[in-house]
């Protein structure tokens, strides 16, 4: 197992730029929580593995996540993100720009995900990166498999719930909906799943057929 050093050392293998630094401030100081490093440098890398020209995020906050994933996109793709905070989406459209994607790339909606994401296309997208409302997490997932196509990878943030979903006494209502999650993620017969031990986890499956 993977000691508290080497697991810095993973985090901190891809660092962050000066301008995903600020977007962090950002976040933290709105209370928008950005993801870390490692869960920005393996999303930037599963958007370079499918080859991503069409990701969902659900969670924009203010622009962290997003702008890992365009860097890992094709140069041609396009990242519609959604957030129910309009100032949470502008700051996110000025770390964006800041990094000098222009706004054709990104579409960035307003509103409650469960709103917003059954509006979108059937098998429309290569990616689905979910860091919203923890407890509405078992309904991205119908939503997510629903937008992927075939190779298509799905992806929550927070999948170990603050080191809590490990911890069997743990039983608030944030931890138990991640577990029931993970349960779900892993005996889908249309996913592959994986969770990475980054950040504060990632729990992610690939779309089989
Ligand atoms: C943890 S932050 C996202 C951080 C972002 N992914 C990043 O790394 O920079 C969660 C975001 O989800 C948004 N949010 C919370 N509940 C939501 C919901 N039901 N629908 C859409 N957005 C929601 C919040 O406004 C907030 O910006």
Redesign the pocket.
């Known amino acids: 197992m993977a000691t508290p050093a080497s697991l810095e050392y993973a985090e901190e293998f891809v660092p962050e730029d000066d301008i995903l630094r600020a977007?962090r401030r950002r976040?933290i100081e709105v209370g928008?929580?950005?993801?870390l490093p490692g869960c920005?440098a393996a999303l930037c890398f599963l958007a370079t593995v499918v080859n991503a020209r069409s990701v969902v995020?659900?969670?924009?906050?203010?622009?962290?996540?997003?702008l890992w994933l365009l860097r890992g996109m094709r140069p041609d793709g396009t990242l519609t993100s959604?957030?129910?905070?309009p100032e949470?989406q502008r700051m996110?459209r000025q770390t964006f720009a800041q990094a000098g994607f222009s706004g054709s790339r990104i579409r960035l909606i307003g509103?409650?995900?469960?709103d917003?994401l059954p509006r979108l296309a059937d098998g429309g997208y290569d990616m689905v990166?979910c860091?919203?409302?923890v407890q509405?997490y078992i309904d991205y997932l119908t939503e997510s498999v629903r937008l992927l196509r075939k190779g298509g990878v799905v992806v929550f943030?927070d999948a170990f719930c603050d080191d809590r979903v490990a911890d069997p006494t743990q039983r608030d209502p944030d931890t138990v909906a991640m577990r029931e999650l993970a349960k779900l993620v892993k005996n889908d017969e249309r996913l592959r799943p994986l969770v990475l031990p980054l950040g504060s986890g990632l729990l992610a499956g690939v779309k089989l057929s």
């Open positions: 977007a976040g928008a929580r950005p993801i920005g995020e659900v969670g924009a906050g203010c622009g962290v996540s997003g959604v957030d129910v905070e949470h996110a509103g409650r995900a469960l917003v990166f860091d919203a409302a509405e943030a």
